[in-house]
């Protein structure tokens, strides 16, 4: 089966930056759309970004031009670049893998475990 393995996250300060990377283990995976949720304590999870295979992406309004995400086929991995951090972006963030993605809407078919973004006022 494949699993995936998202790390990166930690404490921060705001203003600060993280970069959160995702490997798939198992086989190989070429799914056309990948991406990154993200969940607050009390609060439903949300889509943060998405890539897709031809590298169109698309990003949630309150992250747009401080967070970037990329992939590297080649080595079965993903990332999400966070920089000038707020308090607000502090949640769990987990990637995804596979699944349908239209346009916004995301529902992947695999996840990561989850790391914890802590943002410090």
């Known amino acids: 089966q494949v699993q995936l393995v998202d790390s990166g996250g930690g404490l921060v300060q705001a203003g600060g930056s993280l970069r959160l990377s995702c490997a798939a283990s198992g086989r190989t995976i070429r799914s056309w759309a990948v991406g990154w949720f993200r969940q607050a304590p009390g609060k439903e999870r949300e889509l943060v970004a998405v890539?897709?295979?031809?590298?169109?992406?698309y990003y949630t309004d309150s992250v747009k031009g401080r967070f970037t995400i990329s992939r590297d086929n080649a080595k079965n991995a993903m990332f999400l670049q966070m920089n000038s951090l707020k308090v607000e972006d502090t949640a769990v963030y987990y990637c995804a893998d596979g699944g349908t993605y239209y346009s916004g809407s995301y529902v992947p078919d695999y996840w990561g475990q989850g790391t914890q973004v802590t943002v410090s006022s």
């Open positions: 890539i897709t295979s031809d590298e169109d992406t």
